[in-house]
């Protein structure tokens, strides 16, 4: 039996194939209508909503963008965020902002950044 933490041998990761590929490339390959659109909220949402939207869409995270600043990433809700924050807590996923729990630090790459 192995541990959690071990490995049977060294994982490799191949560096070939991806080396043009842009995040514009991956997100035009999910998009609805393969027009590179991605799925978010604001802040000021209730979590109730983002739950939803991310259920409609099957989805496990939303972008959370600032009301009127579509452009600038404020962090992301996940269904992690929903079930720490909200369910263990006890809160109330209607009366409770998405900016209230959802996670700040994201790392955000432009669409041409390739690898």
């Not at 909220?41 to 496990?60: E, L, P």
């Not at 992690?80 to 729990?101: A, E, F, N």
């Amino acid at each position: 039996m192995f541990s959690r933490y071990e490995s049977v041998s060294s994982a490799r990761i191949e560096e070939h194939g991806f080396e043009s590929t842009t995040i514009s490339d991956i997100l035009k390959g999910k998009g609805k209508s393969n027009d590179g659109s991605w799925l978010w909220c604001t802040t000021d949402d209730s979590v109730n909503d983002a739950v939803k939207s991310m259920t409609q869409h099957n989805v496990g995270a939303l972008v959370v963008v600032k009301p009127g600043e579509q452009n600038a990433v404020a962090g992301i809700i996940t269904e992690r965020d929903y079930l720490r924050k909200i369910i263990v807590q006890g809160r109330s996923s209607k009366s409770t902002k998405v900016g209230d729990i959802m996670t700040e630090e994201v790392l955000v790459r432009v669409q041409n950044t390739k690898n």
